[in-house]
């Protein structure tokens, strides 16, 4: 039998059911939004998808009927595929609907967020649902948390979450994230990532961009991810693939919408003028990436040359995780210069920035924090900063500055 997850973002769906009349929950396909509002879902809300073309073209054509037909409380999925909907759902919430009564899920996360800012501003609760968080999967507690360099919480994190050696944590991020994956309702991995992309192929990229090559596009994601936790290089990527810059363009934003990569940029800040300006390229999951740079096994890819990379995707992945199921932004970002001086991560919380280094050693040195210096030196608010590696368990390389195993994040 398939295990069962309890997810980190269900008590922030229900806290905010609570005083917003529309809940807009986003996400990568598969990563389990109809699951969990399912699994939240009272017995009298009605559920509808627009996957079905019969309900989505009584949405876009007659959207008053739908809605008489699927009277709140209703769940309605795929719902960026009727944007005459929201102009109704905004007269309904207006004319004073109940909290909670719409929830609707949409798998292009730009077309929702667009949505509701011009239809439902102030009246809906955008949230994003990432795919399985590492607590969700191996975490014995299910409290929610955001991640923290505070010692509480850090100490904290260490008493629920599960120990890992390296081996283990590689296996982990060649497993990656998803529900039907990591369940093993659909244990054959080949299978289910070649599916998955074939799906994603098939619908959104037809969705958002209608008639491109096939081929060549799974050939250019493949380039993408062999880019994971690197400077974005668009030419580059263009080269491998043999399209033009501005096509390679185009359709990094076509896997941006669809959630497939984001995006992580250089902190910007008056003091720090010799910064680069390029963001850094990640994938939603971490299984995505080893699949489609064909590492077969965890041992292939943790002494690949990918192996630094995709454990930064990884790190990136729970600490982002951890933001989006408690409905908050995630203040993180990394630092570059023009010196190649980099800082791999910079979260920022209550005005002060923790500088972070991503290690796949497990025994890392304080030479690798040297960078943390030159931030301190522009006077900028540093806080306590952190090497996350492979280390067995919580320490310090001095006072402000933790050892963070990647097994509690």
């Not at 399912?38 to 009584?58: F, M």
């Not at 209608?210 to 690197?230: E, K, L, Q, S, T």
């Not at 041992?299 to 990918?306: P, R």
């Not at 995707?313 to 630092?335: M, T």
Request: charged share 20%; net charge neutral.
């Amino acid at each position: 039998m398939p295990l069962l997850f309890a997810r980190d973002i269900a008590p922030t769906i229900s806290r905010l059911s609570q005083s917003y009349s529309a809940i807009m929950l986003t996400g990568p396909r598969q990563v389990g939004k109809t699951t969990v509002l399912t699994q939240l879902k009272e017995a009298d809300r009605a559920y509808v998808t627009l996957d079905d073309w019969t309900e989505r073209n009584l949405a876009r054509t007659d959207p008053r009927m739908f809605l008489e037909l699927h009277r709140a409380p209703v769940m309605i999925d795929e719902a960026q595929y009727a944007p005459e909907l929201f102009s109704y759902i905004k007269m309904q919430i207006d004319q004073n609907a109940e909290p909670g009564a719409f929830w609707l899920t949409g798998s292009q996360a730009f077309s929702m967020m667009r949505l509701a800012q011009e239809s439902l501003a102030g009246r809906a609760a955008l949230l994003h649902m990432p795919a399985l968080s590492q607590h969700e999967i191996y975490s014995a507690n299910s409290c929610l948390r955001t991640f923290s360099l505070e010692l509480n919480a850090l100490q904290e994190a260490q008493k629920i979450g599960k120990p890992a050696d390296i081996m283990d944590i590689y296996t982990r991020i060649w497993q990656g994230s998803m529900p039907a994956f990591v369940s093993g309702r659909h244990p054959d991995r080949d299978v289910f990532y070649s599916s998955f992309l074939q799906t994603y192929v098939a619908r959104d990229l037809t969705e958002l961009s209608g008639n491109v090559d096939r081929y060549r596009f799974v050939d250019f994601i493949r380039a993408a991810a062999c880019r994971c936790g690197c400077l974005l290089n668009i030419a580059a990527i263009a080269q491998d693939v043999g399209v033009s810059p501005a096509t390679a363009k185009h359709w990094l934003g076509i896997l941006e919408q669809s959630d497939l990569i984001f995006f992580l940029h250089p902190y910007a800040n008056n003091l720090l003028k010799r910064t680069v300006k390029a963001p850094k390229l990640y994938f939603f999951d971490t299984g995505l990436v080893a699949y489609l740079t064909r590492h077969n096994n965890p041992e292939t890819l943790a002494n690949g040359a990918l192996c630094g990379q995709i454990l930064e995707n990884y790190v990136v992945n729970q600490i982002r995780a951890s933001f989006h199921n408690a409905g908050k932004e995630c203040p993180l970002w990394y630092y570059r210069d023009f010196d190649q001086d980099e800082i791999d991560l910079l979260l920022e919380a209550d005005g002060v920035l923790h500088p972070i280094e991503i290690k796949r050693m497990t025994t890392p040195n304080l030479s690798m924090t040297k960078t943390f210096k030159k931030l301190k030196n522009k006077n900028l608010p540093i806080g306590t900063g952190a090497v996350i590696c492979n280390a067995p368990q919580l320490s310090a390389l001095q006072s402000d500055v933790f050892i963070v195993p990647v097994w509690m994040l």
